[in-house]
């Protein structure tokens, strides 16, 4: 397997669990006061915009030539660093709030 293709595998395995997580918050978005669901929801959104974005630079690399994916790495890198923060700050704000 190539690095490349193991750097594939390992960021579509992260989108599994965040897919996860985003259903998990979900569930216990609905199952909160309104105040604070109108707030989860609105979180959820934005990090469903992220991960989408994310998603969108994993598929740029899917599609790039080998010479050229190792060019976009940093840039995907960056991207998914920002998404996982997102999602470890949008887990503990909702802890905060049950």
């Keep these: ?3 490349r293709d193991k750097y594939i595998d390992k960021l579509t395995a992260k989108l599994k669990e965040w897919d996860a997580e985003l259903d998990k918050l ?3 978005a ?3 006061k309104d105040e604070a669901e ?3 929801k609105k979180q959820i959104k934005e990090l469903k915009k992220k991960r989408t974005e994310a998603e969108n630079k994993l598929d740029s690399i899917k599609d790039a030539s080998d010479d050229a ?4 790495k940093d ?3 960056q991207s ?6 997102a999602f470890d700050k ?7 709030k049950k």
Excluded at 90 to 96: D, E, I, P, V
């Design 1 to 3: 397997m190539s690095k």
């Design 26 to 28: 979900e569930a216990e």
């Design 30 to 32: 609905n199952q909160t």
């Design 38 to 40: 109108a707030d989860v």
């Design 69 to 72: 994916w190792e060019d976009l």
């Design 75 to 77: 840039g995907v890198d």
């Design 80 to 85: 998914w660093e920002a998404l996982s923060s």
């Design 90 to 96: 949008a887990k503990s704000r909702f802890n905060q």
